[in-house]
T-cell receptor
Framework: GQSLEQPSEVTAVEGAIVQINCTYQTSGFYGLSWYQQHDGGAPTFLSYNALDGLEETGRFSSFLSRSDSYGYLLLQELQMKDSASYFCAVRDPRVQGGKLIFGQGTELSVKP | DTGVSQNPRHKITKRGQNVTFRCDPISEHNRLYWYRQTLGQGPEFLTYFQNEAQLEKSRLLSDRFSAERPKGSFSTLEIQRTEQGDSAMYLC?????????????FGAGTRLSVL
């Protein structure tokens, strides 16, 4: 089966750096995605890693190690608006067309 | 283009009633997905369309659930004889065939409450 594990909660202060880890188990692998979801809002795509290494997009970076079945999302210069749930996701390799399997989400609380 | 649109945003119904939700994807996207999300969980896949063809259905989608995408544009998700366990956020997402398979664009969802 396919499964993803990520911490349920993380707390950090404004201006700090936080890392949200994700480990996955899949029978095939096409890349790791990250989504952000504010309370009551739509999940919003943040980042996608198909290959090992670091992808940087502004204050957000995402890292992938396929040999370790592990990735993380790094958020720098935290702002209050970054308080949200963050989900890692992989594509189900058994399904054509991109069905995503999501982790349970990490709720990030940014304190002043 | 304003993104993926879902209607209604909220639906309250009594157990046993039928409900229907609508999703309008990003216009040039030929792939459309329905997910269900409960509190504190990640979205769970329900079904997937490529154009008008429904290509995949989750085992979560009991025979009370049906989805359509006539003409490959908007989609509807109907739940018949609703049960309290159907209470959840129903999310629609779309993507383009040529796009990265890791990127889907989500609507804000329809929150269903079954009393």
């Amino acid at each position: 089966g396919q499964s993803l594990e990520q911490p349920s909660e993380v707390t950090a202060v404004e201006g700090a750096i936080v890392q949200i880890n994700c480990t996955y188990q899949t029978s095939g692998f096409y890349g790791l995605s990250w989504y952000q979801q504010h309370d009551g809002g739509a999940p919003t795509f943040l980042s996608y890693n198909a290959l090992d290494g670091l992808e940087e997009t502004g204050r957000f970076s995402s890292f992938l190690s396929r040999s370790d079945s592990y990735g993380y999302l790094l958020l720098q210069e935290l702002q209050m608006k970054d308080s949200a749930s963050y989900f890692c996701a992989v594509r189900d390799p058994r399904v054509q067309g991109g069905k995503l399997i999501f982790g349970q989400g990490t709720e990030l609380s940014v304190k002043p | 283009d304003t993104g993926v649109s879902q209607n209604p945003r909220h639906k309250i119904t009594k157990r046993g009633q039928n409900v229907t939700f609508r999703c309008d994807p990003i216009s040039e996207h030929n792939r459309l997905y329905w997910y269900r999300q409960t509190l504190g969980q990640g979205p769970e896949f329900l079904t997937y369309f490529q154009n008008e063809a429904q290509l995949e259905k989750s085992r979560l989608l009991s025979d009370r659930f049906s989805a359509e995408r006539p003409k490959g544009s908007f989609s509807t998700l109907e739940i018949q004889r609703t049960e309290q366990g159907d209470s959840a956020m129903y999310l629609c997402a779309s993507s383009s065939f040529s796009g990265s398979i890791g990127i889907q664009y989500f609507g804000a969802g329809t929150r269903l409450s079954v009393l």
